[in-house]
């Protein structure tokens, strides 16, 4: 990955599309730093694939029983199967970096 300046640090737990919505959404927690919507999540799949994904939103969620402040990025799907990568794998326990700077998809 080029040299980007790393705004935060976001731990994935899991991941899920809602291709009705044409939407992908990861969540998880920001362990460090900030993450805001236009940013990019810098995903790491393993050491030959790099993915950035600008990020549409950032919520606030709540589960049940867990008082823990959990974050949900919502991406929006491109087209042209854009989450195929994403659905074939599992984007959790990851440690995203997020950043301002960012070239959409295979970096």
């Known amino acids: 990955m080029e040299q980007r300046t790393v705004k935060g640090i976001f731990h994935a737990i899991s991941s899920f599309a809602i291709k009705s919505r044409n939407e992908f959404y990861i969540i ?54 854009f989450f195929s990568p994403f659905l074939n794998v599992s984007i959790s326990s990851e440690r995203i970096k997020i950043t301002v700077e960012g070239e959409e998809w295979l970096v």
């Open 28 to 81: 998880g927690r920001l362990l460090d730093g900030e993450v805001k919507a236009n940013w990019f999540a810098n995903i790491q799949l393993n050491s030959a694939l790099d993915f950035a994904l600008q990020i549409k939103q950032v919520e606030k969620v709540e589960m049940a029983g867990d008082e823990t402040e959990y974050l949900l990025l919502t991406i929006e799907d491109r087209g042209d199967n």
